[in-house]
């Protein structure tokens, strides 16, 4: 992994999961880019079929940005300068799906456990905006800029951003 901080580059906000992932999104984008939240249009983009249903999140006021869920937390990212990728795990659910996860995965460096590892994968993916259904992609984490974030006890998180 690169020595780069990627995360200095945006902002990372987490939340109760009980806050609607639109509403949390448009408070995050609000404070970044200092309008009011009700100004902020966000929404959802599938690269694979075009529907606004799921797929990618988006917003308004040129920014770009991510969020996941795992368990009770919610984690959004805002990025003024790229693309952006954020991911959550619950590393005990990670290890328990490990046998289906690891051929997706690819080869872990030595002390790197599982989770921290997928979390790294799954941002890097979301910032490029494709997904696992939309087939495996070749990903070598160790020449992205990602980084580990600090996570709630039990958790990992990891952040993506395009090189400058």
């Given amino acids: 992994m690169r020595t780069t901080r990627p995360h200095e580059q945006v902002t990372v906000q987490?939340?109760?999961?009980?806050?609607?992932?639109?509403t949390a999104l448009r408070d995050h984008v609000a404070t970044v880019v200092g309008v009011q939240?009700?100004?902020v249009e966000v929404g959802r983009i599938c690269g694979r079929c075009g529907s606004s249903e799921h797929g990618r999140p988006w917003a308004g006021h040129g920014v770009h940005v991510s969020l996941a869920r795992s368990g009770p937390?919610?984690?959004?990212?805002?990025?003024?300068?790229?693309p952006v990728g954020v991911d959550v795990e619950d590393v005990a659910a990670v290890d328990r799906a490990w046998p289906?996860?690891?051929?997706?995965?690819?080869?872990?460096?030595?002390?790197?456990?599982h989770?921290?590892?997928?979390?790294?994968?799954?941002?890097?993916?979301?910032?490029?905006?494709?997904?696992?259904?939309?087939?495996?992609?070749?990903v070598d984490v160790?020449?992205?800029?990602?980084?580990?974030?600090?996570?709630p006890t039990g958790y990992c998180a990891a952040i993506a951003v395009t090189a400058r």
Avoid: F, M, N, Q
Avoid at 100 to 113: E, F, S
Avoid at 142 to 151: F, G
């Fill in 100 to 113: 289906d996860l690891a051929p997706l995965a690819g080869p872990i460096p030595d002390g790197v456990g």
């Fill in 115 to 138: 989770a921290p590892w997928w979390c790294r994968l799954e941002a890097v993916l979301k910032r490029d905006g494709v997904g696992l259904a939309d087939g495996l992609h070749v």
């Fill in 14 to 22: 987490w939340h109760d999961a009980t806050t609607e992932a639109d």
């Fill in 73 to 82: 937390h919610l984690v959004t990212a805002v990025s003024t300068t790229g």
């Fill in 37 to 39: 939240p009700e100004t």
């Fill in 142 to 151: 160790d020449d992205e800029l990602v980084d580990d974030l600090v996570a």
